[in-house]
């Protein structure tokens, strides 16, 4: 899987200098103008906003991101709705997060040989020495994957890779680390391993 991270970068407004540029991106991700993003409504401005397939096909990652930026704030909304979406305080957070796990869904999609979307022992140990430059040593691959493996199912699903590679920051060697914010890296860190 190739990525041309560069148009990612570009495609997702992150930087302090970019508030306007999020502010008008949030609008367009809000068709009915509520003020605050369904999943679905991310999940499709994915396709119809940001325009590139890379990201639309990574259902795993949009969702992971989207969970985690919905907790970012307490809602100050009074309609009680605000807590289960993403308001514009959680936006920027949401496309940090979205590199973030995009990140890891390349990094999964990598080693799940098959692309089943699930990663069984031949394949983790397959891929021993790939993951290693991403994430450093793995003494032991079987005892690492079972490890890994939470729920003992006997493969490892992208939740599980998920909170394996934030423990272990991982960090594909082929892309070109994009500044997370201030502070935006350890509260995803915090959310992301619970």
């Avoid at 306007?20 to 906003?49: Q, T, W």
């Avoid at 795993?60 to 807590?83: C, E, F, V, Y």
């Avoid at 999964?108 to 397959?126: G, K, M, P, Q």
């Avoid at 590679?165 to 890296?185: R, S, V, W």
Wanted: proline residues 2%; aromatic residues 12%; charged residues 35%.
């Amino acid at each position: 899987m190739s990525i041309d991270w560069d148009a990612i970068y570009k495609k997702l407004p992150t930087g302090k200098d970019q508030k306007a540029e999020r502010k008008e991106m949030f609008m367009m991700f809000d068709p009915n103008g509520n003020g605050i993003l369904s999943l679905a409504e991310c999940d499709k401005a994915m396709r119809d906003v940001i325009c590139l397939d890379e990201l639309f096909d990574a259902k795993p990652a949009i969702m992971r991101a989207w969970q985690i930026a919905k907790n970012w704030t307490k809602s100050n909304r009074l309609d009680g709705h605000g807590d289960d979406f993403i308001d514009f305080r959680e936006f920027k957070f949401f496309l940090c997060a979205l590199r973030q796990y995009f990140e890891y869904f390349v990094a999964f999609s990598r080693v799940d040989a098959d692309d089943d979307r699930r990663i069984n022992l031949e394949e983790f140990t397959s891929a021993k020495e790939l993951m290693e430059k991403w994430v450093g040593p793995i003494a032991d691959a079987e005892a690492e994957f079972a490890a890994i493996d939470l729920n003992e199912g006997g493969v490892v699903l992208f939740d599980e890779f998920c909170k394996w590679a934030i423990t272990k920051a991982l960090d594909l060697d082929d892309d070109d680390d994009a500044e997370m914010g201030e502070n935006t890296q350890e509260k995803m860190e915090k959310l992301g391993t619970n």
